[in-house]
């Protein structure tokens, strides 16, 4: 079964800082991944998710992953964080009959 | 609103009692997760529904905890005789036929005292 390792589990930037948070799972072939927020006091929502074709995945409120096949990572970045990006993201793969395994998981806490 | 809604939002319990969570999803969504997520953790998947049918269920799951989903629509997972390991937000997924993403409810957080 899939593993999903997830670096940093604290992260606190400043306004306008740019963010990265590390995803990495555990084994190769065809993997469909995803991240996933969750902001305070409410349900998980999709970032963005990867299937297959182009490595940099454009997602919502100016998120994007890269998927490098060879690093068997998914990281996921922002060019400049905002004070409502404060949540908690989670990196996921997809297995068979759509199971999601998740990382740990990244508490972000913006700065303003 | 992601058309699932989960019921209670809270549940406190004495160790040793009979729980009850409710999820409803809206009728397109033809498969049914339940996950548990404990603090500091990710959610981890327990069991998953297509239409009426279980189909899977993971080790998490013991012997004191059953789901179903009478008629493919609404879903119940009950903990029988609690334990306080039993703590956890209880989160229910559902997809449509043919759809990748899943859409989340916002958990029912047990606490077992």
């Known amino acids: 079964a899939q593993s999903v390792s997830q670096h940093n589990h604290h992260v606190i930037l400043s306004e306008a800082a740019s963010l990265e948070l590390g995803c990495n799972y555990s084994?190769?072939?065809?993997?469909?991944l995803f991240w996933y927020v969750q902001y305070p006091g409410q349900h998980l929502q999709l970032l963005l998710k990867?299937?297959?074709?182009?490595?940099l995945v454009k997602g919502i409120k100016g998120f994007e992953a890269e998927f490098i096949k060879s690093k068997f990572s998914f990281n996921l970045r922002k060019p400049s964080v905002q004070w409502s990006d404060t949540a908690e993201y989670f990196c996921a793969v997809r297995e068979y009959g759509n199971k999601l395994v998740f990382g740990a998981g990244t508490i972000l806490r913006v700065k303003s | 609103d992601t058309g699932v809604s989960q019921n209670p939002r809270h549940k406190i319990t004495k160790r040793g009692q009979n729980v009850t969570f409710r999820c409803d999803p809206i009728s397109e969504h033809n498969r049914l997760y339940w996950y548990r997520q404990t603090l500091g953790q990710g959610p981890e998947f327990l069991t998953y529904f297509q239409n009426e049918a279980q189909l899977e269920k993971s080790r998490l799951l013991s012997d004191r905890f059953s789901a179903e989903r009478p008629k493919g629509s609404f879903s119940t997972l009950e903990i029988q005789r609690t334990e306080q390991g039993d703590s956890a937000m209880y989160l229910c997924?559902?997809?449509?036929?043919?759809?990748?993403?899943?859409?989340f409810g916002q958990g029912t957080r047990l606490t077992v005292v």
């Open positions: 990867y299937f297959s074709g182009d490595p």
């Open positions: 084994y190769g072939g065809t993997v469909n």
């Open positions: 997924a559902a997809i449509n036929q043919g759809n990748t993403e899943a859409f």
